[in-house]
């Protein structure tokens, strides 16, 4: 605590006996060095006299309050008008003691001040607590780091109140800056060079808290810093700033378990991303196997994409919906590789069996698909691309507008490139004769919106 008054010889003696009961003690003969004490730190309670010489008592706290943080006052006088009062209680102080005064009714006090502070911050903690773990509700709920940075940078804002931010990248001993608030190269460039000599320390700590002359930069007091270590010899490196004032206890708590959050939700979703990319190498994989069974699935695959998003061009598609139909139309036939080989290459008409058999694969290609996250959506649209308009299709009979719109591009794109191309059984097609064929079979398979727009690219010449 800090005690604050004019007379040295008072402040000697209440000193004494409250380090002798136990308290941490500092003093301050002036409002002005008071100020320069509070914000370097940060104390639990003031006692301070009502007149300071060079300031109210009543300023004093104001000005802490305002500039720094709120601290608890316990007001001293040796004349109590009303006027004086008056001023007590509007000030907010949370306690008085009219000189000259028992050092045992101080210490009373100054225990029930304490005792009620204590309370407050518990209370405080418990709501900031649940504020702050609707954070890691949110986070989890996004697909990639910039989305969830974004977020963060949100609750960092209003949680930590900071002047400045930044977030940066190190990769292999390579700093790459993404400054997040701020242009102030010189400060990043300070705090930079500290990260990048920890790391180089291997330093284990991931939280440090930095002084602006510590760092030789007069752009800033103090620095939090917290560095997210990756599996790899890859970091992300988080720092809030402030300029003129210092981080209340509470904001660097807040930033503490943020940071905590937010490093939990890096490394999961690393680790998920990790996984999701070895999964899709082995998806590749198994779409390259058919292609070798089926030397015809190679070049229907890559036609069948460059009509549908053709297509798609045409409908006005969004890019995310675009990415997913390339992607489906290169996997559609990924579930054959579940279907016998004398299905599969059979150059003559399949029995029914032969037939049904061959129906399962859309169902396969799904449930392999699908145990990507990232896949998801492609799978769905796997699933349905024989599904037909008029609800005959397959798997599950979907008809019209609840066939998937993506399932029924592909559905389109696949009929048309497989009647254009030479099969075991038959020759192909021309243009103009798949075009027909798909007319005549226009509602009950196609959509016909989409069969308009598949005429009018044909007749373009875009194939």
């Known amino acids: 605590?800090?005690?604050?008054?004019?007379?040295?010889?008072?402040?000697?003696?209440?000193?004494?006996?409250?380090?002798?009961?136990?308290?941490?003690?500092?003093?301050?003969?002036?409002?002005?060095?008071?100020?320069?004490?509070?914000?370097?730190?940060?104390?639990?309670?003031?006692?301070?006299d009502v007149d300071l010489g060079d300031l109210r008592g009543f300023e004093l706290k104001e000005i802490i309050s305002k500039e720094y943080y709120q601290v608890p006052f316990i007001f001293m006088s040796s004349f109590a008008d009303m006027d004086v009062l008056v001023e007590i209680l509007r000030s907010g102080a949370e306690s008085f003691l009219l000189k000259p005064f028992k050092l045992s009714?101080?210490?009373?006090?100054?225990?029930?001040?304490?005792?009620?502070?204590?309370?407050?911050?518990?209370?405080?903690?418990?709501?900031?607590?649940?504020?702050?773990?609707?954070?890691?509700?949110?986070?989890?709920?996004?697909?990639?780091?910039?989305?969830?940075?974004?977020?963060?940078?949100?609750?960092?804002?209003?949680?930590?109140?900071?002047?400045?931010?930044?977030?940066?990248?190190?990769?292999?001993?390579?700093?790459?800056?993404?400054?997040?608030?701020?242009?102030?190269?010189?400060?990043?460039?300070?705090?930079?060079?500290?990260?990048?000599?920890?790391?180089?320390?291997?330093?284990?700590?991931?939280?440090?808290?930095?002084?602006?002359?510590?760092?030789n930069s007069s752009e800033f007091n103090e620095a939090l810093i917290f560095i997210v270590k990756n599996f790899a010899d890859s970091h992300l490196t988080v720092?809030?700033?402030?300029?003129?004032?210092?981080?209340?206890?509470?904001?660097?708590?807040?930033?503490?378990?943020?940071?905590?959050?937010?490093?939990?939700?890096?490394?999961?979703?690393?680790?998920?991303?990790?996984?999701?990319?070895?999964?899709?190498?082995?998806?590749?994989?198994?779409?390259?196997?058919?292609?070798?069974?089926?030397?015809?699935?190679?070049?229907?695959?890559e036609s069948v994409q460059k009509v549908s998003l053709k297509i798609a061009e045409e409908l006005g598609l969004k890019e995310k919906e675009k990415a997913i139909l390339e992607m489906a139309a290169r996997l559609h036939d990924i579930g054959k590789i579940g279907i016998p080989d004398n299905i599969l290459q059979k150059p003559g008409k399949l029995t029914e069996e032969e037939y049904n058999e061959i129906k399962k694969h859309s169902l396969i290609g799904y449930e392999i698909l699908s145990k990507a996250e990232n896949l998801s959506e492609v799978a769905k649209v796997v699933l349905h691309h024989h599904e037909w308009f008029s609800g005959k299709g397959y798997p599950y009979g979907l008809k019209g507008e609840e066939i998937p719109l993506l399932s029924r591009v592909l559905c389109l794109a696949d009929a048309y490139h497989a009647l254009t191309s030479d099969r075991p059984y038959r020759k192909a097609f021309t243009k103009e004769e798949a075009i027909r064929i798909i007319k005549e079979e226009t509602p009950q398979k196609y959509d016909p919106k989409l069969v308009k727009i598949l005429e009018k690219i044909i007749l373009d010449g875009e194939f």
């Not at 380090?19 to 309670?45: C, M, N, P, W």
């Not at 804002?157 to 102030?184: G, H, W, Y």
């Not at 070895?278 to 779409?287: F, K, N, Q, T």
Request: charge should be negative; include cysteine; charged fraction near 30%.
């Open 1 to 48: 605590m800090l005690i604050v008054d004019k007379d040295k010889n008072l402040i000697n003696t209440i000193k004494d006996y409250l380090e002798q009961a136990g308290y941490e003690v500092e003093t301050a003969y002036s409002g002005h060095e008071a100020i320069s004490k509070l914000s370097s730190r940060d104390f639990d309670l003031v006692i301070c």
């Open 239 to 301: 720092g809030l700033f402030k300029k003129d004032n210092y981080f209340k206890l509470i904001e660097k708590s807040s930033f503490l378990v943020l940071m905590s959050h937010f490093e939990n939700f890096y490394h999961s979703l690393n680790y998920r991303f990790r996984l999701e990319k070895a999964y899709l190498e082995i998806v590749d994989s198994l779409a390259k196997a058919i292609e070798s069974r089926d030397s015809y699935t190679g070049e229907h695959t």
């Open 105 to 215: 009714l101080m210490k009373q006090r100054i225990e029930q001040v304490l005792e009620n502070e204590t309370l407050k911050k518990e209370i405080l903690n418990l709501k900031l607590l649940l504020s702050l773990n609707s954070f890691s509700e949110e986070i989890s709920k996004k697909d990639s780091i910039d989305e969830a940075i974004q977020v963060l940078k949100l609750y960092l804002e209003k949680f930590c109140n900071p002047d400045m931010s930044f977030l940066c990248v190190t990769q292999k001993s390579k700093i790459d800056n993404l400054i997040l608030d701020n242009d102030r190269q010189e400060v990043c460039s300070k705090v930079l060079n500290f990260i990048e000599n920890k790391l180089a320390e291997s330093d284990k700590t991931k939280y440090y808290e930095v002084a602006g002359k510590d760092l």
